[in-house]
């Protein structure tokens, strides 16, 4: 990972060539020298005129300072990029960054011919509940308690509270978030779940008096009221976690080849049946993998995982197929991608709010990637051609 060292110094040599391709003027950093004596082609690809329409032209009365100010505040901290066949020292960390600051000064005078739906900020769906009369009921609240039979909330504009009859005593729920959505449930113990996109979570109204137990398909991350008395079981189809009182997440999508499993405070056991395959203690994550079984136990990357509980997508040397699943998911698109470029490897932290056009636009400037749009919300990722 990038110490704060090497991120500083990645903004220093975005800044020094972005201001030179928008000023004319050449940088005299050493370190932006370095960068473009290492990427050339790249260097010679972004003064390109057919690369850079005349929108680029309007640099003369353009506040560089404030343009990159503004790119620092869309994006959270400055992405880098691994090229899966060379990763050099400088060459490869900043591309994104250069790619991220041209894209703005460009973009705002420019309209992108893309659909609609691409270039729309994200909007969450509704969110819905399996309660008392087995019919799904839409919730306007993303943030419900359960107390008693009912579960509590308030209205969207907070002028009224909103209740939902909850099935009795022992009995489950069944809570789905869809794609583009998040939601967050404090259940009757006090324990509080937040739930990722297209994710399920069934739950009883009332705990029975020696175990709790919920049901997850999907992502979740759960703070876990501490009762030593009555242990607090996730059931994940084959496997299970137990836990008395603790903070973890749970990643196990049914398309999915793994169930990850992340532990951020306390400790949890994670067993399949009966059998103890592995305690975890925090800061290690236990991934499993669902052909064979196999599984192991490594050293966590926390603010990667939990990226998503404060809406960024954060990837750290990700294969482009898995970048384009967590879009798919979140702006509930379907991405088809190509053989040719699905191990094309990046990292880097973005926002979730921002427009799925901006973020395709900062992975089509690396000069790798083009992408498709066709009708139904589906896009083809695929190798980009250049002439």
């Known amino acids: 990972m990038m110490t704060d060292d090497k991120i500083k110094e990645s903004i220093q040599i975005a800044e020094e060539v972005a201001k030179e ?66 990763i050099s020292s400088i060459a490869a960390s900043f591309l994104l960054i250069i790619g991220t600051a041209t894209l703005w000064l460009w973009m705002e005078n420019r309209e992108e011919v893309v659909p609609e739906w691409v270039a729309s900020v994200p909007v969450a769906p509704k969110t819905s509940i399996i309660a008392q009369n087995d019919e799904p009921v839409e919730l306007a609240e993303n943030n419900l308690t359960v107390k008693g039979n009912q579960l509590y909330g308030s209205s969207l504009d907070g002028k009224k509270n909103i209740s939902i009859e909850l099935k009795p005593n022992n009995e489950f729920n069944k809570l789905s978030v869809p794609a583009g959505g998040t939601y967050q449930l404090t259940l009757e113990d006090g324990t509080v779940v937040r739930m990722n996109a297209a994710s399920e979570l069934v739950f009883p109204t009332h705990f029975k008096k020696h175990v709790r137990q919920v049901e997850l398909k999907g992502e979740g991350y759960f703070q876990v009221e501490p009762n030593p008395e009555r242990s607090f079981l996730v059931l994940l189809g084959t496997l299970n976690v137990q836990v008395t009182g603790t903070t973890f ?18 400790s949890v056991n994670v067993r399949e049946g009966q059998k103890v395959l ?89 000069n790798e990637l083009d992408f498709k749009y066709y009708k139904d919300r589906k896009i083809d990722a695929i190798e980009k051609r250049i002439d």
């Open 21 to 86: 391709i928008c000023t004319g003027k050449t940088s005299t950093s050493p370190l932006a020298g370095e960068w473009k004596e290492e990427l050339p082609k790249l260097y010679e690809e972004l003064l390109k005129q057919e690369q850079l329409p005349d929108e680029i032209s309007f640099h003369d009365s353009i506040n560089v300072d404030e343009a990159l100010q503004q790119v620092n505040k869309r994006i959270v901290l400055p992405p880098r990029r691994f090229n899966i066949h060379v």
């Open 249 to 266: 997440n749970i990643k196990a999508y049914e398309q999915e080849k793994n169930i990850c499993i992340t532990l951020l405070e306390g």
């Open 278 to 366: 592995a305690s975890l203690s925090p800061g290690e994550e236990f991934t499993y993998r669902k052909t064979d079984g196999e599984y192991n136990v490594t050293p966590a990357n926390i603010s990667v995982t939990t990226g998503w509980t404060e809406d960024k997508f954060i990837f750290n040397n990700e294969t482009i197929g898995t970048i384009m699943t967590e879009l798919s998911r979140w702006y509930n698109v379907e991405i088809c991608v190509s053989d040719d470029i699905r191990n094309l490897r990046y990292s880097g932290i973005l926002s979730r709010k921002q427009p799925l056009t901006e973020i395709l636009n900062i992975l089509h400037l690396t």
